[in-house]
């Protein structure tokens, strides 16, 4: 760095008093004892100090912290998030939310974003955010290889995971009562069950939703409801998630429930009295997402993490937490011995239709299906009349 060449005018003091001349001096004393050469020297060194510090902040100094909304459980997503951590340095903080909640907060926080990308839920709550301008365009290439369906064709989402729905049964609620495994949808209608089936609530968790889905892809939507309707007299309590909503039929609180197939093996697989039954008529099935957010703080950063969650490294970790999580990438899923989705009959419904009809089927199951004003008005589920209508 070059220091200007310091200057300054002196008197020249000489025999006759009657010449005098300018010049210009490098040890001319100036107050408090220094030179003129000294104090340059210290201000070299002061600019070359501030210089020094500044490359070693931007070297050195901790990255920004990629914040996220995730519907991955708590202590799953701490593991998930600290291996990212130990491969990358970068840290990441997350929120855990149902996914209704998560977009119903990414929406409401599109102009100014909380988050810097939201991992997990079904893939239609990420059509909903893209089509309120709340996604960017971002999708790692390892993600571009995905067949239609698992990613977005607007590069603004891409899948990571897939699961159908299936039954949750309590065996020993099975046992006690004499019935037979329920293999029907229409089982799920016998007065035995008077009570004591366990479901979710489809205004605040996607589980319920896709219940939906699979009954008017099977019965078309007017049969559907009627369904719904008869169901809803055997139905013990509606859930604000799938997880948790899962854990009475585990517990024998309920006898069985409609949820996510990972959800509810997971169950199975931690030794609980379960077992997981798809329905002889079929299921339609959640493919998991991930995104960036639109006005992101860190994009940079989460797009390191985006890159994380399309790679085997993720979904071996994801597997190790879950041996029945199913990788969205078809090559991938392989890796899953569990549960082979030939074997069991999948409904299509694309995403996009999923997508646009959200609300007002959620709209009518609550005008239509819901008993009670106090499941109606309840403050723990969300309002269709929300902030996601436009």
């Known amino acids: 760095m070059q220091v200007p060449c310091i200057i300054f005018e002196s008197q020249k003091r000489e025999a006759d008093e009657d010449q005098k001349a300018l010049t210009v001096s490098r040890n001319v004393p100036v107050q408090g004892g220094f030179s003129v050469r000294r104090k340059s020297v210290f201000a070299l060194a002061a600019v070359l100090t501030v210089a020094a510090g500044l490359w070693l902040y931007r070297k050195f100094a901790a990255p920004p912290v990629i914040r996220a909304y995730t519907t991955i459980p708590e202590k799953e997503a701490a593991v998930l998030f600290q291996r990212f951590t130990d491969y990358t340095g970068l840290r990441v903080s997350f929120s855990r939310l149902s996914s209704g909640e998560m977009l119903r907060r990414v929406i409401a926080e599109k102009v100014c974003p909380q988050a810097d990308l939201i991992i997990g839920g079904p893939a239609d709550i990420y059509d909903a955010a893209k089509r309120e301008g709340a996604l960017a365009r971002y999708v790692p290439e390892a993600a571009k290889a995905m067949p239609v369906g698992y990613r977005d064709p607007d590069n603004r989402w891409f899948g990571i995971g897939v699961t159908p729905l299936c039954f949750l049964v309590n065996r020993n609620f ?217």
């Open 174 to 390: 099975i046992e006690k009562n004499g019935l037979r495994m329920p293999d029907s949808w229409q089982d799920l209608l016998d007065p035995a069950y008077r009570g004591a089936l366990q479901m979710v609530d489809p205004r605040a968790s996607a589980t319920a939703s896709e219940q939906i889905y699979s009954l008017v892809r099977i019965y078309g939507e007017r049969e559907a409801f009627e369904y719904q309707k008869k169901l809803a007299e055997n139905v013990r309590a509606y859930a604000r998630n799938g997880v948790g909503g899962a854990m009475p039929v585990a517990l024998g609180q309920a006898a069985a429930g409609v949820f996510y197939y990972v959800d509810a093996m997971s169950l199975k697989l931690e030794g609980y009295p379960v077992e997981i039954v798809f329905p002889k008529e079929g299921v339609t099935y959640a493919v998991d997402g991930c995104a960036l957010l639109d006005g992101a703080a860190s994009p940079e950063e989460a797009k390191y993490l985006l890159q994380w969650l399309a790679s085997q490294d993720f979904a071996r970790s994801r597997m190790e937490q879950k041996p029945c999580y199913l990788p969205a990438c078809p090559e991938l899923r392989e890796l899953n011995k569990l549960l082979d989705l030939n074997s069991i009959r999948l409904l299509q419904c694309s995403v996009p239709w999923k997508s646009q009809n959200r609300l007002r089927l959620i709209d009518r199951w609550t005008s239509e299906v819901a008993r009670s004003d106090q499941l109606k008005d309840s403050q723990d589920t969300v309002r269709s009349a929300s902030v996601l209508q436009k």
